[in-house]
Nanobody
Framework: QVQPVESGGGLVQAGGSLRLSCAAS????????VGWFRQTPGKERQLVAG??????YYTDSVKGRFTISRDNGENTVYLQMNSLKPEDTAVYYC??????????????????WGQGTQVTVSS
């Protein structure tokens, strides 16, 4: 069973950048789709970006600002977040599911979650 672990959250001013990391123990991440979700109090968890094989998915609000990538040698998936806005403030979760070439835009695909990392963007 693969278990993702997030890191890299923190406090940043609007316009700044952060890079989140999702490392895995147990199995190699390249055999799965990997997604980044975010959640704010009282709202449902939202799929922000996903990666699977050659597929990349981004929700509209982060297109052009966030980049998801994979380092197979490190068994890690990254989410590079640039031009951050206060509305990006949330707990960000890494999740794993499906197979190596599953469609990463399907939120229901993901079944194994990390513990989350807080991202706070100040105005």
């Amino acid at each position: 069973q693969v278990q993702p672990v997030e890191s890299g959250g923190g406090l940043v001013q609007a316009g700044g950048s952060l890079r989140l990391s999702c490392a895995a123990s147990g199995r190699t991440l390249r055999n799965y789709a990997v997604g980044w979700f975010r959640q704010t109090p009282g709202k449902e968890r939202q799929l922000v970006a996903g990666i699977s094989g050659t597929y990349r998915y981004y929700t509209d609000s982060v297109k052009g600002r966030f980049t998801i990538s994979r380092d197979n040698g490190e068994n890690t998936v990254y989410l590079q977040m640039n031009s951050l806005k206060p509305e990006d403030t949330a707990v960000y979760y890494c999740a794993v599911g499906g197979f190596a070439y599953s469609n990463p835009s399907q939120a229901g695909l993901y079944h194994t979650w990390g513990q989350g990392t807080q991202v706070t963007v100040s105005s």
